[in-house]
């Protein structure tokens, strides 16, 4: 069992994400916009994170870079509605471990979250 | 009068007591509402995901929620999340619901413009194959907007049947209406390029077509950017109107093959500045630095905008940059100033070169 960390401004998005992460065996602690989400990494410990790139208060990679400078590293998989190659090249550069497009099959992304985290 | 003060003092402060009493009362109303939808809505989103997470179509759906705009939002937000199995199963909960009758019932004419507007945005996300037909009936609906929302709904759903409909319908509409219209055409991607390239074919031999409605289809195919629109273009760029050649000029520019360079470089030498402009724009897109020294030609030209924009695009091009430091020692004051301005912008300009201007800025 990991603790994952979901941040994402809309709320469908976080409900489903955390019913199948949670039905996976996993704890989920959900937040809805970057800055919580800055937060929760830093107070909570945290093994895997799904962030939306286009948050209130802070990008996605804006809070993974925020997160590398005081120095923690977890995997984070980016979700974005995006579809454009230099952001998916920018988020790879910034530290992200995965790059998920929106509309998300949802089985897909919680058997890609199990893999990484089988091989943390 | 001194009597009467102490009246008038009571009269004014009891208006103003019952003013204050009515504001807060507004702001207490306004404020229940607004947690009342917050909490419909949670309502809806924690509802829907737990059907979809679990996978179970309820029996039936209470029948106020169709009618709710905040389900409404509740079930698109869901439609556009989620694909695979996920994406079906709400579909399914969209029939299940009968949401899209009753949106259907408020597009209708009786209701007031507002209310169908929202409908009708609601029903174009929400919009699967059976709804094509309804949706084309809506092209010929009296208001432009709904007429806009179906032509992006038709879009969204691929219906590339409808593109000649709405191409015909820029015909018939105002000039902003076709622009907005014409927005529309790319969402039905590289399918729409056949009968888009059918339907100016067709207009040209009509005496109704009007140059805006042709000009857009051409901007259209060139925001498609498939080859098999460049015969389309390369006619419409050696037509006798100016409009269809400036948009063709554009287009071919995003299709990039040799027949189009080709073209676009014969353009170059259009009587019409705006075809000049375009095309020496155009071949930007192609970044093909052979071009270099014929774009350089073009800082004479004598208008200001096209030799604006070949030194924009001398700017892009490789090898553009030497030529445009050729041209600062060119004895056309206004081919140097072009040069001298764009190296300028680009923080390329040689020491010991004044970016003044010598003719422009007199």
Same mark, same amino acid.
């Given at each position: 069992?990991?603790?994952?960390?979901?941040?994402?401004?809309?709320?469908?998005?976080?409900?489903?994400?955390?019913?199948? @992460?949670?039905? *996976?065996?996993?704890? !989920?602690?959900? =937040?809805?916009?970057?800055?919580?989400?800055?937060? &929760?990494?830093?107070? +909570?410990?945290?093994?895997?994170?799904?962030?939306?790139?286009?948050?209130?208060?802070?990008?996605?990679?804006?809070?993974?870079?925020?997160?590398?400078?005081?120095?923690?590293?977890?995997?984070?998989? @980016?979700?974005? *509605?995006?579809?454009? !190659?230099?952001? =998916?090249?920018?988020?790879?550069?910034?530290?992200? &471990?995965?790059?998920? +497009?929106?509309?998300?099959?949802?089985?897909?992304?919680?058997?890609?979250?199990?893999?990484?985290?089988?091989?943390? | 009068?001194?009597?009467?003060?102490?009246?008038?003092?009571?009269?004014?402060?009891?208006?103003?007591?019952?003013?204050?009493?009515?504001?807060?009362?507004?702001?207490?109303?306004?404020?229940?509402?607004?947690?009342?939808?917050?909490?419909?809505?949670?309502?809806?989103?924690?509802?829907?995901?737990?059907?979809?997470?679990?996978?179970?179509?309820?029996?039936?759906?209470?029948?106020?929620?169709?009618?709710?705009?905040?389900?409404?939002?509740?079930?698109?937000?869901?439609?556009?999340?989620?694909?695979?199995?996920?994406?079906?199963?709400?579909?399914?909960?969209?029939?299940?619901?009968?949401?899209?009758?009753?949106?259907?019932?408020?597009?209708?004419?009786?209701?007031?413009?507002?209310?169908?507007?929202?409908?009708?945005?609601?029903?174009?996300?929400?919009?699967?194959?059976?709804?094509?037909?309804?949706?084309?009936?809506?092209?010929?609906?009296?208001?432009?907007?709904?007429?806009?929302?179906?032509?992006?709904?038709?879009?969204?759903?691929?219906?590339?049947?409808?593109?000649?409909?709405?191409?015909?319908?820029?015909?018939?509409?105002?000039?902003?209406?076709?622009?907005?219209?014409?927005?529309?055409?790319?969402?039905?991607?590289?399918?729409?390029?056949?009968?888009?390239?059918?339907?100016?074919?067709?207009?040209?031999?009509?005496?109704?077509?009007?140059?805006?409605?042709?000009?857009?289809?051409?901007?259209?195919?060139?925001?498609?950017?498939?080859?098999?629109?460049?015969?389309?273009?390369?006619?419409?760029?050696?037509?006798?109107?100016?409009?269809?050649?400036?948009?063709?000029?554009?287009?071919?520019?995003?299709?990039?093959?040799?027949?189009?360079?080709?073209?676009?470089?014969?353009?170059?030498?259009?009587?019409?500045?705006?075809?000049?402009?375009?095309?020496?724009?155009?071949?930007?897109?192609?970044?093909?630095?052979?071009?270099?020294?014929?774009?350089?030609?073009?800082?004479?030209?004598?208008?200001?905008?096209?030799?604006?924009?070949?030194?924009?695009?001398?700017?892009?091009?490789?090898?553009?940059?030497?030529?445009?430091?050729?041209?600062?020692?060119?004895?056309?004051?206004?081919?140097?100033?072009?040069?001298?301005?764009?190296?300028?912008?680009?923080?390329?300009?040689?020491?010991?070169?004044?970016?003044?201007?010598?003719?422009?800025?007199?």
């Amino acid at each position: 069992m990991a603790r994952i960390l979901v941040a994402d401004d809309a709320a469908p998005v976080r409900v489903l994400l955390v019913r199948h @992460l949670q039905a *996976a065996g996993h704890e !989920v602690v959900d =937040v809805g916009d970057g800055p919580a989400a800055f937060e &929760a990494g830093l107070n +909570r410990e945290i093994d895997l994170a799904v962030l939306d790139q286009i948050m209130p208060g802070m990008l996605g990679t804006e809070v993974i870079a925020a997160w590398q400078k005081q120095g923690i590293e977890f995997p984070v998989f @980016l979700l974005t *509605a995006i579809d454009d !190659v230099d952001t =998916v090249v920018h988020s790879f550069e910034m530290g992200a &471990a995965d790059y998920v +497009r929106k509309p998300v099959n949802m089985a897909e992304l919680t058997a890609r979250i199990n893999g990484r985290l089988r091989f943390k | 009068m001194d009597e009467l003060l102490p009246v008038i003092t009571l009269l004014m402060a009891t208006a103003t007591l019952i003013a204050g009493l009515t504001l807060v009362a507004v702001k207490l109303a306004h404020r229940i509402i607004l947690v009342g939808r917050g909490v419909r809505s949670a309502i809806y989103i924690a509802a829907l995901g737990e059907m979809i997470a679990t996978k179970l179509l309820p029996s039936h759906m209470p029948r106020q929620w169709a009618r709710d705009r905040l389900f409404h939002q509740a079930i698109i937000d869901y439609r556009r999340l989620l694909s695979g199995d996920d994406g079906e199963f709400v579909d399914e909960l969209i029939k299940r619901s009968k949401v899209l009758p009753s949106l259907r019932r408020r597009i209708q004419p009786p209701w007031l413009n507002a209310i169908r507007l929202r409908a009708i945005g609601s029903y174009v996300a929400l919009a699967s194959q059976q709804e094509i037909p309804y949706l084309r009936s809506l092209l010929t609906d009296r208001n432009e907007f709904v007429r806009f929302h179906a032509a992006h709904g038709l879009g969204r759903l691929g219906d590339v049947a409808s593109v000649p409909l709405i191409l015909d319908l820029c015909v018939r509409v105002r000039a902003w209406e076709v622009a907005k219209l014409a927005d529309s055409l790319p969402l039905f991607g590289r399918e729409a390029v056949y009968p888009i390239c059918r339907w100016i074919d067709l207009a040209w031999q009509s005496p109704n077509s009007t140059e805006q409605a042709v000009a857009e289809a051409a901007r259209t195919l060139g925001l498609i950017g498939d080859l098999d629109a460049e015969m389309t273009l390369l006619e419409l760029l050696e037509s006798d109107r100016r409009e269809w050649r400036i948009a063709a000029a554009s287009a071919l520019g995003r299709i990039g093959s040799d027949s189009s360079r080709f073209a676009l470089l014969r353009a170059l030498r259009d009587e019409s500045w705006e075809v000049r402009a375009r095309s020496v724009r155009a071949l930007a897109y192609l970044a093909d630095g052979s071009v270099a020294p014929i774009v350089s030609g073009l800082l004479s030209d004598s208008q200001w905008w096209v030799r604006q924009n070949a030194a924009e695009t001398l700017g892009e091009l490789p090898g553009g940059v030497v030529e445009l430091t050729k041209a600062l020692e060119s004895e056309d004051h206004f081919a140097a100033d072009a040069a001298r301005n764009q190296l300028a912008e680009l923080r390329l300009l040689p020491a010991g070169v004044s970016p003044r201007l010598s003719v422009e800025t007199q």
